[in-house]
């Protein structure tokens, strides 16, 4: 919920005012019923289609967007658990995820750092919440490359 306001070396944001405005958007929403768009875009499925993987979201509020205009904090996997920076694209309500170095995916990670650089948003200017599709062990899958 405020993976975009915190600060680096800090787990306590100083931007208050905006963690306070989307708390309050998930109270109106659980506590009060209201039918609003109260969290930014969250996974529910990855599918392999060839060289990439699509990833499917709840909550798009309206629409999937690129913060600044680029998806960032996208990375790929093969079999042998070995993550490698991802290009990913936004088509519909999905993403699709691929990297030219790798021909057979299988999962993808997002946002999957302490302080991570990641873009996707929901049209409501609300944060994507990092995610991984597989479910390896942390300290055996690493990475290829940065």
């Given amino acids: 919920m405020a993976i975009d306001i915190g600060e680096a070396n800090d787990i306590h944001p100083r931007n208050k005012q905006d963690v306070g405005i989307r708390l309050a958007l998930a109270a109106e929403k659980i506590t009060y019923g209201k039918n609003i768009v109260a969290s930014g875009?969250?996974?529910t499925s990855?599918?392999?289609d060839g060289d990439k993987i699509i990833?499917?979201?709840k909550h798009t509020g309206g629409g999937l967007v690129?913060?600044?205009g680029k998806l960032r904090g996208f990375a790929i996997a093969g079999a042998d658990q070995q993550f490698v920076w991802a290009e990913a694209t936004i088509t519909g309500d999905k993403v699709i995820v691929s990297s030219?170095?790798?021909k057979y995916p299988v999962a993808v990670r997002y946002a999957w750092a302490d302080n991570p650089d990641a873009s996707l948003y929901n049209k409501q200017n609300?944060?994507?919440?990092p995610f991984r599709t597989d479910n390896w062990p942390l300290t055996t899958a690493g990475w290829k490359k940065f």
């Fill in 41 to 43: 875009p969250v996974f």
């Fill in 126 to 129: 609300l944060p994507a919440s």
């Fill in 55 to 57: 990833l499917s979201f």
């Fill in 100 to 102: 030219p170095s790798m």
């Fill in 66 to 68: 690129a913060k600044n």
């Fill in 46 to 48: 990855a599918k392999t």
